[in-house]
């Protein structure tokens, strides 16, 4: 059972930065990693793909956070990170962990909450103008 606890979100003003962290736990190491973020507004259930990772350190991005957010995995910590620079206000969201066999599918989509494996419990991120 993998189990997944993200942390580093907080309110930051436009241009400014942010690293998300999540903990992970369980067996993931056939699994893509990744980030994912709900936009007030969104469906409750939706959240959109924004970066993705696998486990040979392949990265894939939506095209919306390309050069601004970058998707790293430390597996001897068992931790993923999304750091994240420029910040606008239309990242304000609240991002998700995930792992699931098909998540590099969704990057730069929507996907309903209950077709990926895992998620975390969320983290806020407010970016103020």
């Known amino acids: 059972q993998v189990q997944l606890a993200e942390s580093g979100g907080g309110s930051v003003q436009a241009g400014g930065s942010l690293r998300l962290s999540c903990e992970v736990s369980g067996y993931t190491s056939r699994y893509y990693m990744g980030w994912f973020r709900h936009i007030e507004g969104m469906s409750a259930d939706d959240r959109e793909g924004?970066?993705?990772?696998?486990?040979?350190?392949?990265?894939y991005y939506a095209d919306s956070v390309k050069g601004r957010f970058t998707i790293s995995q430390d597996m001897n910590k068992n931790a993923l990170y999304l750091q994240i620079v420029n910040l606008k206000p239309e990242d304000t969201a609240t991002y998700y962990c995930?792992?699931?066999?098909?998540?590099?599918?969704?990057?730069?989509?929507?996907?309903?909450?209950?077709?990926?494996?895992?998620w975390g419990q969320g983290t806020l991120v407010t970016v103020s103008s």
């Open positions: 924004v970066a993705v990772i696998d486990s040979t350190g392949a990265t």
């Open positions: 995930a792992a699931d066999p098909n998540l590099r599918l969704w990057v730069g989509h929507n996907i309903a909450r209950p077709a990926v494996y895992a």
